[in-house]
């Protein structure tokens, strides 16, 4: 059995929350989770993994049991949310790691790597989107609002936080739905739940617009240092669709991709498939 130790992490006087498990010494994965979730999602890979990789997970700013300041004292932006979390790795001795990106991990992963790529051994996206043509008409409401950041259209992101939602996102194109624990979904509810959480995603819903904005950036990464690459997808993802995952072929044609038959958050029905491909990957 694997030992996961719960931590946390003084970064310049934010506290991030992270699990961390594995051998000091073995190849270290940071493992960056989504929307709406937190390091919990990785309940079920870290065990798997544990053996031959060093691996840390924490909670973004403002998710799961990091600090959650005010809007008042902190702005939820992906640069902030990146600036936090490169600055975590140093904290907890990560000079240089693999990427496990996931939904909103991707964007906070890839500003990383993009910044710093002598740091960077290699790359799992799991429904972490960095083209155009991953982005599916679920994002119309989203990119309205960036469009056009009306109060009005800010309401209507509303929808996207409440408990059904969350829900749907976790069983939508599953197969069996019993495969997916409620747990996880209890859990992000009542992370969402909290006050204040609502205006915070949707600031974080209105700042994605700055992602896609770098997606030209992150290509042009991919590009030049062509990381060892692992594309693991839920293919029936409402939200990135599996263009998505194959378009990274086309800046690293070493790329390895991989469509599993499940939706967004893949790991809940497909963890074993997933660190299987990640260990014949890199961990070999």
């Known amino acids: 059995m694997a030992v996961i130790h719960y931590r946390t992490a003084d970064v310049d006087g934010f506290n991030i929350f992270y699990r961390e498990a594995g051998r000091p010494g073995a190849p270290k994965l940071l493992l960056l989770h989504g929307y709406?979730?937190?390091?919990?999602?990785?309940?079920?890979?870290?065990?798997?993994?544990?053996?031959?990789?060093?691996?840390?997970?924490?909670?973004?700013?403002?998710?799961?049991?990091?600090?959650?300041?005010?809007?008042?004292?902190?702005?939820?932006?992906?640069?902030?949310?990146a600036d936090v979390i490169d600055r975590f790795t140093i904290t907890v001795g990560f000079d240089r790691f693999a990427l496990y990106v996931f939904d909103y991990g991707a964007p906070t992963g890839f500003r990383i790597a993009s910044r710093h790529p002598e740091r960077i051994t290699g790359i799992v996206s799991q429904n972490g989107n960095a083209y155009l043509e991953g982005l599916s008409d679920a994002w119309n409401p989203i990119q309205a609002y960036w469009q056009d950041p009306t109060p009005e259209n800010r309401s209507v992101l509303r929808d996207m936080l409440k408990p059904e939602t969350t829900r749907w996102q976790y069983v939508h194109g599953v197969a069996d739905e019993s495969l997916v624990s409620p747990d996880g979904i209890a859990l992000d509810n009542?992370?969402?739940?909290?006050?204040?959480?609502?205006?915070?995603?949707?600031?974080?819903?209105?700042?994605?617009?700055?992602?896609?904005?770098?997606?030209?950036?992150?290509?042009?990464?991919?590009?030049?240092?062509?990381?060892?690459?692992?594309?693991?997808?839920g293919k029936h993802d409402p939200f990135f669709l599996p263009a998505g995952a194959e378009a990274y072929e086309r800046d690293m044609p070493d790329a390895v991709v991989r469509l599993l038959d499940t939706g967004h958050f893949a790991l809940e029905t497909h963890a074993a498939e997933i660190a299987e491909a990640i260990i014949d990957q890199f961990g070999r």
């Not at 937190?38 to 700013?61: K, N, Q, T, Y």
């Not at 600031?203 to 617009?209: A, E, I, K, N």
């Not at 950036?217 to 062509?226: D, S, V």
Request: aromatic share 16%.
């Open 36 to 81: 709406p979730s937190s390091g919990h999602m990785f309940r079920d890979l870290i065990p798997l993994l544990a053996e031959r990789f060093h691996i840390v997970a924490p909670d973004l700013p403002g998710f799961g049991q990091s600090d959650m300041p005010s809007r008042d004292t902190f702005a939820y932006t992906f640069d902030n949310l």
């Open 190 to 233: 009542h992370y969402l739940a909290r006050p204040g959480a609502d205006e915070i995603q949707l600031d974080l819903f209105g700042d994605y617009r700055t992602n896609v904005a770098l997606y030209p950036t992150f290509q042009k990464y991919f590009r030049e240092h062509k990381p060892p690459f692992l594309a693991i997808w």
